[in-house]
């Protein structure tokens, strides 16, 4: 298969690199635009999403994976990733800009500050077992759109996983929990999508 | 289904994840909102609040103390990413406040005045997390044995001289490098020279890595600072007074973002280093008298 592209501009992209190790999936390292060039797919880390935005700019990354996206690439994103995915962003920052892709809303720093950060077991639609989950100050999905779907909620119903065609968004890291299982599910997206 | 388990706030992952998130980011010094929002403006991926920065300190001397609770909340409603603060050196109390404060990362720092000669905090007790600084792999294992969730080389802060940044992330790095070449029966030896804890000890041997992100500090000046520290196998970078202390704080805090996430490409760092104005006022680490040492605070 073709490898999947990590953007390693700033935040937990080793993690993400190591887990389709682990899972003997090829992976490229993306922080050119050259990086984009033959992959079958595209993982958004976690990190800080205003710098993952900012940086994306400076390094002329970010048209070409908005091209992308809409040419139907395969994109994953967990936590920032999530909100660079994002149509529409609440508490962003005045000049924050997202990707999109996901039609939906999302709400940065949903929880509140990392003492409200915590880790839980999260059902997850088309995985059998429970996926093991960090939420790290994380955001939620508020609001979604035509065509999207539900993959994974909390308890109390708010909504932390959505799949829109080729895109997923996620507002945890199963890639901090030892968890394989979100990856292989993607790396399957990716194989059928045959980008 | 398998049955799940409850929701679990402050475990050593979730602490511990948060900087794993900040890995190949930027936390620069901040004494206002104002410079808060600058930080941010300029892609740091978290702010630490304190009252004075190094420089300061070292030029007005008395005792530097935690941040006034007024500030560090302006600091936290000034910008939407992460806000650190510091405490001194086992003085426990500081520590609760900054957590009533709900900071999302408590600084143990030799930077500000020790309250307490022989023992840290116990960080264990806390449910936000912990970074400490470090001189040698013993120092950094013991502050993960008391609790930190994240660890920084402490450098000569408040100086502009990256010559301590650089012995201190050489010697932790190259002392796992060391370890980890250690047969299984040499380990008992090797933790006790190291004073730190034999099952520590083991893991990192077994990893070949420290159990915590490691950030590198004290010191960071330019962006070629910056991605010296990056090569040298940094997780991250803190800029204290390198920063707001220079000529135009907005464009070198834009430049040394740059320069650490493109810190092993020579062109870009060419770049990032034109026209940024002056650098802050350095003090050669070899001038300063021994007691003005502030990485010689921590035990």
Sequence with gaps: MKPIGVLCLQGDFREHLLTFKALGIPTVRVRKEEGLIGIGGLVIPGGESTVIDKLSKIFGLRDSIIKLISQGLPTFGTCA?????????????????????????????AFGSQLDSFEEDVDFVGIDTPVHAAFIRA??????????????????????????GNILGISFHPEVTGETAVHRYFADMCKSANF | MTEKSNDK?????????????????????????????????????AVMALERVPADIRAQGGVARMSDPDLIDQIISAVSIPVMAKARIGHFVEAQILQSLK?????????????????HIDKWKFDVPFVCGATNLGEALRRVTEGAAMLRSKGEAGTGDVSEAMKHIRTILGEVRALSSKSEDELYVAAKELQAPLELVREVARTGKLPVVLFTAGGIATPADAALMMQMGADGVFVGSGIFKSGNPAARAAAIVKATTSFDDPDVLANVSRGLGEAMVGINVADLPAPHRLADRGW
Excluded: C, W
């Excluded at chain 1, 909100?83 to 720093?109: C, P």
């Excluded at chain 2, 909102?33 to 930080?39: E, P, V």
């Design chain 1, 139 to 164: 955001p939620i999905v508020t609001e979604i759109g035509a065509d999207v779907s539900v993959v994974a909620k909390l308890e109390d119903g708010r909504i932390v996983g959505v799949q829109q």
């Design chain 1, 81 to 109: 990733g999530l909100i660079l995915l994002a149509e529409k962003l609440v508490d962003g920052t005045q000049t924050q800009q997202t990707f999109g892709g996901l039609n939906v809303v999302v709400q940065r720093n």
């Design chain 2, 103 to 119: 900071v999302d990362y408590i600084d143990e720092s030799e930077v500000l005045s020790p309250a307490d000669y022989v023992h």
């Design chain 2, 9 to 45: 706030q402050s475990t050593p992952l979730v602490k511990r994840g948060l900087a794993e998130m900040l890995k190949g980011g930027v936390i620069m010094d901040v004494v206002t909102a104002d410079q808060a929002k600058i930080a941010e403006d300029a892609g740091a991926v």
